[in-house]
């Protein structure tokens, strides 16, 4: 059986790039979110003509996205998350996709603010691996979370 | 809305370095309207006029060869600048190399023998249908050059009917006029 077509990748692109950069704009902040949107894209296209269901483009260009946010902060991270990669399989896609606004919004959050929420909701992190992520407590950890939130609940109402 | 056209280009090049993009397409202006023109790394794949919806071509040869298609102008350069000066009446036959992935068999026999047409003149279809070693074949051949995924560069439009009539043409017959008053002229 045929499996559903893929349309041609310029078509995803041009339908879903725009929201990709955004979202990492807010994932990783604008002077990396470049360099996550390439490699995210590279990686799309290496995989595309493989992909089996063609049914949820979008959300399987945002799990690559989050995928490539989540190594961009572990590589700036001093020293190495003592923890194995998230299962991609496990986490199972909280549709940032249709968050868009929200993370245009997690970009303007201080530094560490932004940094912990992106490790807690598109890293899927539990707090002792964002406190050593953050080379910091996880009361600390918790704490900037729970800021960040805070100020997101504010800036979105 | 889309992204920065900055970041698009080096998107691009790098999935080009990376022999990412297996099916290039970009779009150029002539007489005849904009044609739409993709490549693959083995040649020109496919022209098609702008009436053809660009969503449908695009998904047909996403389907039939690889959905990893992409828009990447400078892959098809060499083709532009051929059309251009084919258009301009300065250039009689076409160099650039040719991918016939999109054709079946019979079709692409009845194609490459089109192409030897030379600039300027004529075959009928029962011509065509001769050499390719079925005479009776003449409406097949018709379907054959209908279905021609390269047209202009593979010129089908060099194919009338027996007696003079102009025939048909997948580009419709303005086109095909305009063609071959270009090429006597």
Known sequence: ?157 | MTVDQTVTNRFIERAEAKGLIDVAVTTMDSPIGTLLIMGTTKGLVRIAFEDENRDDVLGEVAERLSPRILEAPRRLDPVRRELDRYFAGTLRDFDVPIDWSLTGQFARRVLRRTARIPYGSVASYGDVAVEVGTPRGARAVGNALGSNPIPVVVPCHRVVRTGGAIGGYGGGLPRKRWLLALESG
């Open chain 1, 1 to 157: 059986m045929k499996p559903s077509a893929l349309p041609a990748f310029q078509a995803l692109f041009d339908e879903h790039a725009h929201a990709v950069l955004s979202f990492l704009t807010g994932a990783v902040g604008s002077s990396e979110a470049e360099d996550c949107f390439q490699e995210t894209m590279l990686s799309a296209l290496r995989a595309y003509p493989r992909l089996a269901d063609a049914s949820n483009l979008r959300g399987w260009l945002f799990t690559i996205a989050r995928r490539k946010a989540v190594d961009a902060h572990r590589a700036r991270a001093r020293r190495p998350t003592p923890v194995a990669d998230p299962d991609p399989g496990a986490t199972v896609d909280a549709h940032p996709e249709t968050d868009a606004e929200v993370w245009d919004q997690v970009r303007s959050l201080p530094a560490k603010q932004r940094r912990a929420v992106v490790l807690r909701f598109a890293g899927d992190r539990s707090y002792p691996e964002i406190a050593a992520a953050m080379s910091t407590t996880q009361d600390s950890a918790r704490q900037s979370v729970h800021e960040g939130l805070k100020k997101l609940r504010r800036e979105l109402r």
